[in-house]
T-cell receptor, first 115, second 114 residues
Framework: DAGVTQSPTHLIKTRGQQVTLRCSPISGHKSVSWYQQVLGQGPQFIFQYYEKEERGRGNFPDRFSARQFPNYSSELNVNALLLGDSALYLC??????????????FGPGTRLTVL | AQKITQTQPGMFVQEKEAVTLDCTYD???????LFWYKQPSSGEMIFLIYQGSYDEQNATEGRYSLNFQKARKSANLVISASQLGDSAMYFCAMTLDSNYQLIWGAGTKLIIKP
């Protein structure tokens, strides 16, 4: 079975631009989560979607937004890019209905560089 | 506040030796899940093992086992018979029934020496 896929794998943008990252979950998974991982740190939670509804939001500015589509794929949008947005963006999928036992499986990530 | 602490920034271990990676957690919730993930230099986060707060037995998955000590709020990862391919960053993470996000530690960089 195919794992979580993300596109693009690498992206270079300049300050002030906008970016869209895409994620396709494992077949049968209804939840998608987004994390930001700055070099040398653990990931930070950005959003979680389940059944096309936002179920959680981390401490990120409104420049960050996301949505989930009827096929459960997801997009993360970041507007007005700042240098500090340079990071690895990880998407994870899970069944979404297992509470604390809901194991999240990750894609390869999108490495965003803001110049 | 919920928090994961990994106190070992880096570890060097001889190939074929066992290694223990430390993780302590802080939460007032009674219902939570603890996870370990491996992140090679390629960047992908790989799920290794899960332990639920109500599980009485320590979780095991192949060469990975989780030493769960609930009273001490620790969830250490034990890798038996380490291999060169085990060299990577290892992250401990937690979820709560009240909050579905993963809360992460800072990670431990493990290097296996031949």
């Amino acid at each position: 079975d195919a794992g979580v896929t993300q596109s693009p794998t690498h992206l270079i943008k300049t300050r002030g631009q906008q970016v869209t990252l895409r994620c396709s979950p494992i077949s049968g998974h209804k939840s998608v989560s987004w994390y930001q991982q700055v070099l040398g740190q653990g990931p930070q939670f950005i959003f979680q979607y389940y059944e096309k509804e936002e179920r959680g939001r981390g401490n990120f500015p409104d420049r960050f937004s996301a949505r989930q589509f009827p096929n459960y794929s997801s997009e993360l949008n970041v507007n007005a890019l700042l240098l500090g947005d340079s990071a690895l963006y990880l998407c994870a999928s899970s069944l979404g209905d297992r509470g604390r036992e809901d194991t999240q499986y990750f894609g390869p990530g999108t490495r965003l560089t803001v110049l | 506040a919920q928090k994961i602490t990994q106190t070992q920034p880096g570890m060097f271990v001889q190939e074929k030796e066992a290694v223990t990676l430390d993780c302590t957690y802080d939460t007032s919730d009674q219902s939570y899940g603890l996870f370990w993930y491996k992140q090679p230099s390629s960047g992908e986060m790989i799920f290794l093992i899960y332990q639920g707060s109500y599980d009485e037995q320590n979780a095991t998955e192949g060469r990975y086992s989780l030493n769960f000590q609930k009273a001490r709020k620790s969830a250490n990862l034990v890798i038996s018979a380490s291999q060169l391919g085990d060299s990577a960053m290892y992250f401990c993470a937690m979820t709560l029934d009240s909050n579905y996000q993963l809360i992460w530690g800072a990670g431990t960089k493990l290097i296996i020496k031949p």
